[in-house]
């Protein structure tokens, strides 16, 4: 296993939209790790992701500043002498964007729009890593899905994020920023929500099984991939290191594929004891579920070097130990 | 050549949005040649389409409303009762798109949104049918292009054209709206905006070869196809009047490919006289160039039975001898 060069991370100066959520807190902890300069902006709508306890342990080495990416105004500030903006901040849950769509489409569309824009006129020597989702390639045609798959969004997430992602590579394109998008696949690990289903599904599970209630997994065959969210960080960490990453999309997935009810299955046995409630899907989920879904993850191993280094069950299990400690500052 | 059934449009209620604009008025024409009741709504923006010369000849069997697809208090009473919505309206200049970012999104991507919740809430049963754009595809990778080709926008216009398509197809799948999405390439005729190359660079050829000034050429040596406003008009119809097209993207295409540089001396030839300058394309254009370009349309021969039946030179012929006559409207 070679080493990632994230030792040039150093002193660099770095933006996290979305960096109290959990992607960005478990990023901007790296970073801070690694001795870059990290600002962390982050609207905190109790809807969405952001945690302030998500820094918990290096506040004093994370700058918060509370905004909205749909404020140009305050990004026009922020953005400027930053070596780096991981473009994190998303409306995130898929049923969300369907009942109130133009939420979705002001923070993953507009507001990525004016990100750019800002970046453009402010700062147009940024890097940008913008995170996109396999949300925007719908019902997969073939398995696992590369990138030459349509993209066919069966949700206003998805189409949004579309929108979002292709306003990256324009810029990139056209403008001569230099930007890099990632589509991840369902990502687990510490500091994601686990209030609800919003942000995923297995949060809600493993808040169930922690209080001893009945983990309900819908439908239960369908077939999923995962990463353990340190791989995905290296894997922005990558994308923004490497010029051969600017103006492309790379898919991120994970090192195997599991259904859902095995994955209940394997989480209950790593818990120790638990149940679990095959259900029929709710009508209104039904209608936007994309079946099977795992993703063919080699164009970024081969551009980038990236490989998820997490085994499934192991990041189960820091998953399951991390909500154990700290469950209530999660609820 | 099978007739197409066009006669069940008869007594039909329609609206068409952008119906002052080019496609929209001609279709307006159609229609009601054909008896439908139409509703023309359009924004007058001067620097779109819209031009109230369009329906001369019909003024007093179209209703026009001026108003614009942004205002959706407008749309959700213009849309009751409808039995059919053609969804013309659009900024369609990829140039400005890029100068003016976020109102080619507010038309052509919110708006969009804006008007199919409009349809669920007030007129779930009506019938709709987009025009979309062969810009969504971006540079193509094969020729010619079919509705298998990746989409790969390179400008903002394309982007939100993009968006716009895939909301009419979710809400068709998820809300049970009825919706179909045509792809245009350029399209030719009588009506077309010919002050500027905001619509088409053809109807600034036309207008310079009419006032005796040089037709000038970017490049040149781009190939590309091209419909003829009547031919536009029977696909709408088409997608309209059937239901194998709910929910469904087609693209149209032209029955032969040509140069731009053939494209100009075909014009020159037809019309009798005048100059061709061929020359390096604008900087801020080629970086959004789209290089050579022609559609695989048979996808929508075989499930709706449309082919173009105006050949190319026959459709410059009439719009020549349109603008010949009319000049003075379009300036």
Chains 1, 2 share one sequence.
């Not at 140009?72 to 369907?98: C, I, K, P, W």
């Not at 989702?133 to 998805?158: C, I, K, S, W």
């Amino acid at each position: 296993m070679t080493d990632y060069p994230f030792g040039l991370l150093r002193g660099k100066r770095v933006l996290i939209t979305g960096g109290l959520g959990f992607i960005g807190s478990n990023l901007a902890r790296r970073l801070v790790h690694l001795g870059a300069e990290v600002l962390a902006v982050d609207s905190l709508i109790p809807e969405y992701g952001g945690n302030l306890f998500n820094i918990a342990g290096i506040e004093d080495r994370v700058t918060v500043n509370v905004s909205d990416v749909r404020d140009e105004y305050s990004l026009s500030h922020l953005v400027r002498e930053r070596d780096y903006l991981f473009n994190l901040a998303g409306q995130t849950s898929h049923l969300d964007s369907m009942h109130d769509p133009f939420t979705d489409l002001e923070i993953n569309c507009r507001a990525q729009l004016s990100i750019l824009e800002v970046c453009r006129r402010c700062n147009p020597a940024v890097k940008i890593v913008f995170t996109s989702t396999r949300q925007v390639y719908g019902r997969p045609d073939y398995l696992p899905v590369d990138e030459q798959h349509l993209l066919r969004p069966v949700d206003v997430n998805g189409i949004n994020k579309m929108a979002g992602e292709w306003y990256h590579i324009l810029y990139n394109n056209v403008h001569g920023l230099r930007a890099a998008a990632l589509r991840l696949t369902n990502t687990i690990g510490p500091r994601m929500r686990v209030k609800d289903a919003r942000q995923t599904f297995l949060g809600v599970w493993i808040r169930d099984l922690l209080q001893g209630r009945e983990v309900e997994v819908w439908g239960g065959d369908q077939l999923r991939d995962f990463n353990y969210v340190d791989d995905a960080v290296d894997a922005l960490l990558l994308a923004a290191l490497s010029d051969d990453a600017s103006g492309r999309v790379f898919n991120l997935g994970g090192d195997s594929v599991i259904s859902l009810k095995d994955l209940a299955a394997l989480l209950v046995e790593i818990h120790g004891h638990g149940r679990i409630a095959v259900r029929d899907f709710p009508d209104e989920r039904r209608r936007i579920d994309i079946g099977d879904y795992y993703a063919d993850a080699s164009l970024i191993g081969r551009v980038l070097g990236w490989a998820p280094r997490v085994p499934l069950r192991e990041g189960l299990s820091r998953t399951l130990a991390f909500y154990r400690d700290h469950l209530q500052h999660y609820l």
